[in-house]
């Protein structure tokens, strides 16, 4: 079981609270226009991204990134790939 | 008179921006502010200057509707010969990101030879946390002039205006840059490290700034607390509108019936005395009356939006908006749609995915609007009694408001999610992720928000009175002639009347609320003007009795209430609504559409609602 999840990186989506991550890059379906909204918002390869909660009824998480909180929706978060997790 | 000059307000979003247009331009600006996001360009004047207040942008890359407004209309103005400056607004609080903005402006306003001024924003806040911003050396990296200011605590403020009239105007030669303007291709990850670097070198520790931010966080967005806090505030809302309002409701209503009495004195008796008292009076009078309310309405709306909590209500709520096919931005432009639907399709420009952006225009008019709560707030008072339940907190009045209002948006909702679900897997329209960002916590500021309620409130009384005027004029001729007062049956109004009845009855309706109903086709506020007039007419000298207790006495049954009640919650009697909707949609099939779907369902669910009635009354 362990093995098939690491063969997929991780995205924001697998961050729960207090964890950190490296941004990687961008799921390939990502469309540029969205992908260059996240890098200008911070969200860019190499990053650093907390993730501050998560919101009640599976709701869109809440990440820190350069100074300022962003709330993400799952169907974003998912696109966003991220290095091995670890807690701040 | 000579040319203005014009200083374009450009920055990010809750950057404070608008308060600076404000506190600068005073009360001088034109009435365009509606309540909901900045999605237009407003514009105000001081000074010889004219400034112009941008929607906020994070980037000239510009991505939802509100932006594109925005960035179109910056790189037009600043090739403009009167623009005499950029105004580049910087959050103290959001440096690194502010800066990204401005790094990115820079380069497009020296290209056309246009000055750019730079103002850190909001340092009020980040002194109360002990930091600061080295606002000169600042100023000497980017080789612009900057300068400290709050826009809230009005600090730095006559500075600014100094340095922005000391700007020296620009050389029509210098003006005729090219005048090609399409967005230079930006390399994120440059402009992204120097803002980063001043933001690190100069401003102040975002840690420090964010832990406050955290704490009510994790408390408005818990799972146990966000969402009962949420509703609480919902609740009161819906409350507050309705008790908050009732002393001024009632002194505006015992105010006009004695100007109304003296007004009809001083004109002696006849035709006119006869059209001061029923038509202005009565016409105008009764939906001057629900001002209160409205300005409550703004009030709240207002407050909200201003401590940012309005950004936490989208996070939380956008699961639950998802599965109605609608995002968690839909729910600014759905709260505002309870003040008025034409500025909340209006604000609908911020939702980034154009799918959800149309389904969140298509459920707005569901919302009860302002021009709802005099329909609903004269049948309320007439038929539910005004008992109250622990301790006066809870009305049966208010509850009856709450049903109503909830019957708007689950009717809103429901429309959107079979819209959704019969539209899903076809192409067409674009669907986009959700991004929003959390902005800090500020406190409300008292003045601004009642200043602009009252500018609001005055906006929607100026659009629809002039509307309702005219209505109420023709309807009094209509129903005064041929006979006078004291006549209406045999009026032309009653011929007319008796030829709709055979719609009406089967809503337990008389053709005199018929007729009220026809008119407020225009803007539903008319409707109680119509009956004001209607009433005045038929009443003739006797005005003792309310308009409420009227309709009692015209035998207007409970069950027919509750019918015309669901009507109004549900129909879409709005001209202005719809040509918003076709200006929004570009599409005049969509309000058509909308229109008759809407009136159809209104009808429908009214009949429903007085045989249930009706049946439960004789069970």
Redesign the interface.
Known sequence: MRIILKMTSPTLQALRPLQEARVLGFAGELREDFRHRLRELGFREGALVRCVRRTPFGGPGVFEVSGAIFSLGAEIATQVQVSEVGSA | MSELSDILILGNPNSGKSLLFNRLTGLKQKVANFPGVTVEIHQGEADGLRYSDFPGI??L?A?TKDEQVAVAGFLKAVHDPRTRAVLCVLDAT????SL?LLLQLLPVARAARCPVVAVVNVLDEIVSCGACVDVPSLARELGVPVLGVSAKKGTGLAELRRLLSEVPAREAADARAPSVSAPLVAP??AI?DEA?RL?KAFGPR?DV??KS??RI??FL???FF??LVFATLMIFLFQAIFTWSSPFMDAIEGALGWLGDRAALAAGPGIFADFLRDAVFGGMGSFLVFVPQIFVLFVIIGTLEDSGYL?RA???L???L?FFGL??RSFVPLLSGHACAIPAIMATRSIESPRKRLFTILATPFMSCSARLPVYALLIGGFVPAHTYLGGFVGLRGLAFFLLFALGIVAGLLVSAVLDRATRGRAGLDD???????PPYRWPGLKPILLNSLTRAGAFVKNAGGVIFAVTVVIWVLGYFPNGAGHLDTSWLGWLGRFIEPVMSPLGLDWKIGVAILTSFLAREVFVGTLGTLHGIEAAEDHAESLAESLHSGGLSLSAAAALLVFYALAMQCVSTLAVIRKETGSVWIPVSLFVGMTLLAYTAAAVTFSVFQLLGTA
């Open positions: 994070y980037s890359d991505l959001r440096l690194e990101r990204y994120v990850a992204k980063k933001a975002a700034l964010l931010q955290n966080d994790a967005l818990s799972g966000g969402p950004g989208a996070v939380l956008h699961r639950p998802s995002s968690g986009a992720p959700f991004i929003v960002e959390l």
